[in-house]
């Protein structure tokens, strides 16, 4: 065993990995806490031993002085899905008699970082959270301080024993990719977020899905990856629309790059949906206001609150009642919104 790993950086999620075992088992036997037959027990032991994990006193100290407080972590304060999203918590939390800290990391790891340490030294019971994608070590140590966490909108993989309440954004993509195609669409461009996200591989999954069973090109010059930030939403369907053979269709995958491609189509001179079809992932207010109304594929996204909500409060009670944990993923249904922002490309009109 290298000696880097024996010290005090050695986390739960080391002595699980080495064990063989998961995280919810490794935290039952270090807190002895629930059921762990003989076998799996000493597993877990030996690895302790071999790795030198030392538990947090500090930790130990802060689960038991526990306070009613969540940590809502979202990316962005401005956008609206957030907003609807922080909505359905805060209805439920004050249902349910809990405090609520809200947390935006602007899609900062760093600042992601920063926020879970300041969550775990407030003692704060649980957290509600849409991951960055980064910082897997720091969760393990959340994790391994007890504090219940949901992940919402994303998940981690790293990080299987969390409960997570998800849109499904596959199933979504494919719907929106698929109307188009049956309108006549050949050529349909995607502005999507990072793969890194959990949403983004998504979305992009549901995207490439619609296109190979209609036996159409994935067009590379039509992928477009980028942040889920408006400037780059901009730049990006600038370079759609300057492509020599451009697209006829363009799906933006959530509402903020949806407002940037409107807004780049319309500044174009381009008219929706008699030059270019639009649809994005996601129902916010202007998406109805606009003309053309723009087709979206709506969330439940008050429900992913809520839901997130009412999963870290069933964890606390289980953990007084010291009952057993299955994680839990929730999938909720998107549904497919149409209006007047898309019609058969010009070929076919």
């Known amino acids: 065993m290298p000696k880097s790993k024996m010290n005090h950086s050695v986390t739960i999620k080391d002595v699980a990995e080495l064990a063989g075992v998961s995280l919810a088992t490794a935290s039952r036997v270090l807190n002895n806490t629930g059921y762990v037959s003989k076998e799996t027990r000493s597993k877990v032991q030996k690895a302790v031993k071999v790795l030198g994990y030392k538990p947090n006193e500090l930790a130990r100290n802060l689960k038991k ?17 957030y907003s609807y999203l922080a909505d359905g918590v805060l209805d439920c939390a004050r249902k349910l008699g809990y405090h609520v800290v809200l947390c935006a990391t602007d899609e900062d790891a760093h600042l992601e970082k920063e926020y ?27 994790y391994d301080l007890g504090v219940k966490m949901v992940l919402v909108d994303r998940e981690l993989p790293d990080l299987p024993e969390t409960d997570v309440v998800l849109v499904d954004n596959v199933k979504g993509a494919y719907e929106a990719i698929k109307y188009l195609i049956e309108l006549g669409h050949k050529q349909i461009a995607i502005v999507n977020g990072p793969t890194t996200t959990t949403t983004g591989k998504g979305r992009l999954e549901g995207y490439q899905r619609a296109m ?35 697209p006829t269709a363009i799906f933006a995958t959530n509402n903020v790059l949806g407002e940037a491609v409107f807004t780049e189509i319309n500044a174009a001179g381009l008219r929706i949906p008699e030059d270019i079809s639009l ?8 998406a109805s206001l606009v003309n053309p109304p723009i087709t979206v594929v709506s969330q439940p996204t008050y429900q992913l609150g809520y839901l997130s909500m009412e999963l870290v409060h069933r964890r606390l009670q289980q953990e007084k009642d010291d009952s057993p944990v299955t994680p839990q993923k929730s999938l909720l249904k998107p549904e497919l919104i149409i209006r007047k922002s898309c019609i058969a490309p010009k070929q076919f009109n």
């Open 65 to 81: 002085r526990r306070s009613d407080t969540i940590g809502l972590m979202i990316t962005d304060i401005i956008n609206p899905f």
């Open 116 to 142: 879970l340490v300041v969550l775990m030294h407030q003692r704060a019971a649980g957290i509600i959270a849409v991951p960055t994608g980064e910082n897997v070590k720091i969760w393990c140590e959340a």
């Open 212 to 246: 190979q069973e209609a036996n159409l090109p994935l067009i590379n010059d039509y992928i477009e990856q980028v942040s889920f930030k408006g400037e780059s939403g901009k730049a990006a369907a600038k370079r759609l629309l300057a492509l020599p053979n451009p």
């Open 279 to 286: 649809v994005l992932f996601d129902d916010v207010p202007w």
